[in-house]
C-alpha cells in the first residue's frame, strides 16, 4: 500500500514538474520514463520493460497479438508527449525477435488529429499508426491501406452490433456514441491518407 502511495506521489511531482515552464529542459530521464509507464499503464497496457537507445525507446509486453496491438499502438500515443526526443518506438513482444516499429512522424500526426478533437479515442484514433507499423514492416502500400480500412470498419461495425437493441429503440445516446465512433474512425483514415501524400493517400480516401 505504501509503495502505491509512494509511486502517486512520485507520478504527481513529475507532472507538475513537467507543467512548470522553469523546470521542463531539466526534467531528468528517470522522471521521463515514470511518465512514460505511467501513461502506457492507463490505456491498460502491462509494460514489462523499458528501454533507452538514443533517439529509439523500447517498450517490451508479455505478448503481441491482433486483439491488443491497437492497444498497445495507443499505449505509444498516450506515452509520446512525455517523450519528445523518440525518433521511433520499438515494441517488442517478450522473447520476441521481429519488433513493431512505429516513427515520431507518424505519432505527431496522430496526435495532431487527437488535439483537434480534444480527446482521444481508443483504438480509433491510432489506426494511422497501425499503418506505420504495416509499412515498417515493408507490407504493400496498398495491402496496408486496405487492412487498415478493414480494421477501421470493424470498430464501427462491432459498436453497431452492441447498440442494436439501444438504436431499434431510438436511443438518442446510442446513435450518439456510433456517430462518435464513425467520425473518429473518418479522421483516422483521413489523417493516415495525409501522411501517405497524394498517390497512395487519395487511394485510401476513394
Given at each position: 500500500?505504501?509503495?502505491?502511495?509512494?509511486?502517486?506521489v512520485e507520478v504527481a511531482l513529475a507532472i507538475a514538474t513537467l507543467n512548470d515552464p522553469f523546470t521542463r529542459v531539466a526534467i531528468p530521464e528517470s522522471t521521463r520514463n515514470l511518465l512514460i509507464c505511467d501513461?502506457?499503464?492507463?490505456?491498460?497496457?502491462?509494460?514489462?520493460?523499458?528501454?533507452r537507445a538514443p533517439g529509439k525507446l523500447?517498450?517490451?509486453?508479455r505478448n503481441i497479438t491482433s486483439?491488443?496491438?491497437?492497444?498497445?499502438?495507443?499505449?505509444v500515443a498516450a506515452?509520446?508527449?512525455?517523450a519528445p526526443e523518440v525518433a521511433r518506438w520499438e515494441n517488442r513482444e517478450?522473447?520476441?525477435?521481429?519488433?513493431l516499429l512505429v516513427d515520431r512522424a507518424w505519432v505527431e500526426a496522430v496526435l495532431g488529429q487527437v488535439g483537434e478533437a480534444g480527446k482521444m479515442l481508443l483504438p480509433d484514433d491510432v489506426l494511422p499508426l497501425m499503418m506505420n507499423v504495416l509499412l515498417n514492416a515493408e507490407i504493400a502500400p496498398a495491402l496496408a491501406a486496405y487492412s487498415v480500412i478493414e480494421v477501421g470498419?470493424?470498430?464501427v461495425l462491432g459498436?453497431?452490433?452492441?447498440?442494436?437493441e439501444r438504436l431499434k429503440g431510438s436511443d438518442s445516446v446510442a446513435m450518439s456514441n456510433l456517430l462518435l465512433r464513425v467520425e473518429h474512425v473518418r479522421r483516422a483514415i483521413q489523417c493516415t491518407a495525409k501522411v501517405l501524400g497524394f498517390e497512395v493517400g487519395s487511394n485510401i480516401l476513394r
Open positions: 500500500m505504501c509503495r502505491a502511495f509512494d509511486h502517486g501513461a502506457v499503464g492507463s490505456t491498460g497496457v502491462r509494460l514489462l520493460k523499458l528501454r523500447t517498450l517490451t509486453v486483439r491488443n496491438i491497437l492497444d498497445l499502438l495507443g499505449a506515452a509520446a508527449p512525455h517478450e522473447g520476441g525477435t521481429l519488433p470498419a470493424v470498430q459498436e453497431a452490433d452492441l447498440l442494436t
